[in-house]
């Protein structure tokens, strides 16, 4: 069996060096996908600083991956040498408690993340269970796909899970590499849309993603003046912010999701929650069948995400990139 030749991290917030390893024989429900284009996402420097405690080294980061089916096991009839897949955050689940039964692999308590205990996609190659890659649409190019595996999903399954349609109210905190992403999935789902920014300067181009409407978040006027107008904000930022003033900007029956990471305990007010049956909650991903809708609405909507595009090999200059906020809005690695 050929081995797989990557780009691999040796120790907590160490740079990418070249990493080869034997995948072993190739189980029957898994397939072997040459890579052509993966996503560098803020998640893979979590991974790379091991923020999260998870981290198994060394390992190959890289989880909004693209290519064509390479190989497929003897359990596998639905992908064909060929076939253009997507695979994202996720490559395995136990396929067989409630969570997985109910199409909610992302929840499943032994999911197993593409790139935490085994090798990701900064690399010419992976393998994962098949139940896990996802077929793309012939109208959405490669490159602005590869995004979408991760952060359009993160995005789109809370606007799917919270019932967003043309009569909703929806604000998006952050026009970033998530933020972009939600606005347009937002406008595409016929909602009012408004943009939460401290940075006057994206106010142009978030109007150009689908926003209605553009708020600087350290202008506190225009803060109070949004109060109670919002059916579903969407957090799509790493920062700590006044999340009162957010809580306040719900309507009743609002929710305040968390798709991004703030670095420290999140602190709101019991009484604005109660008095306005309010909610403060999380989303992460979603599973294989959310994700197969989502890029079919992507597709249809001309959805896609803004990239900046390195080799492969200049994987380490992404993440440098990423990790100083400089790249409008996702890095993409191409072989």
């Given at each position: 069996m050929a081995s797989i030749q990557g780009f691999g991290v040796h120790a907590a917030g160490a740079e990418l060096l070249p990493l080869k390893y034997d995948p072993g024989d190739l189980r029957p429900q898994d397939i072997e996908v040459r890579i052509t284009h993966c996503g560098v996402c803020r998640s893979d420097v979590s991974l790379i600083d091991n923020d999260w405690g998870i981290s198994q080294f060394p390992f190959i980061p890289g989880h909004e991956i693209?290519?064509?089916?390479?190989?497929?096991?003897?359990?596998?009839?639905?992908?064909?040498?060929?076939?253009?897949?997507?695979?994202g955050w996720q490559a395995d689940s136990c396929?067989?408690?409630?969570?997985?039964?109910?199409?909610?692999?992302?929840?499943?308590?032994?999911?197993?993340?593409?790139?935490?205990?085994?090798?990701?996609?900064?690399?010419?190659?992976v393998r994962v269970n098949a139940r896990f890659a996802v077929k793309l649409p012939e109208a959405l190019a490669s490159e602005a796909a590869a995004p979408l595996l991760c952060a359009g999903i993160t995005v789109y399954n809370p606007l799917r899970n919270f019932g967003v349609n043309p009569s909703s109210r929806v604000g998006v905190i952050g026009i970033g590499g998530l933020g972009h992403l939600a606005l347009q999935f937002a406008r595409a789902f016929g909602a009012e849309v408004t943009a939460f920014s401290s940075s006057p300067a994206k106010e142009e181009e978030a109007l150009a993603f689908g926003a209605h409407r553009f708020v600087n978040s350290r202008d506190n006027k225009l803060l109070k003046a949004v109060e109670g107008s919002q059916d579903l904000i969407l957090s799509t930022i790493n920062a700590a912010q006044e999340w009162g003033a957010y809580v306040a900007a719900l309507r009743p029956h609002g929710t305040l999701c968390l798709v991004g990471f703030p670095p420290a305990p999140v602190s709101v007010a019991a009484f604005p929650l109660i008095s306005g049956e309010r909610c403060l909650c999380g989303s992460n991903t979603g599973g294989p069948g959310r994700i197969a809708e989502m890029l079919d609405v992507a597709a249809r909507h001309k959805v896609a995400a803004r990239t900046e595009k390195f080799r492969m090999a200049e994987a380490n200059q992404a993440l440098a990139r990423v990790r100083k906020n400089q790249v409008r809005y996702r890095a993409v690695l191409a072989s």
């Open positions: 693209v290519g064509t089916v390479r190989q497929t096991g003897a359990g596998v009839s639905h992908f064909a040498p060929g076939d253009r897949v997507g695979i396929g067989h408690c409630e969570w997985c039964r109910r199409g909610e692999e992302n929840l499943c308590a032994q999911a197993q993340p593409t790139c935490v205990g085994r090798h990701g996609g900064y690399a010419d190659a």
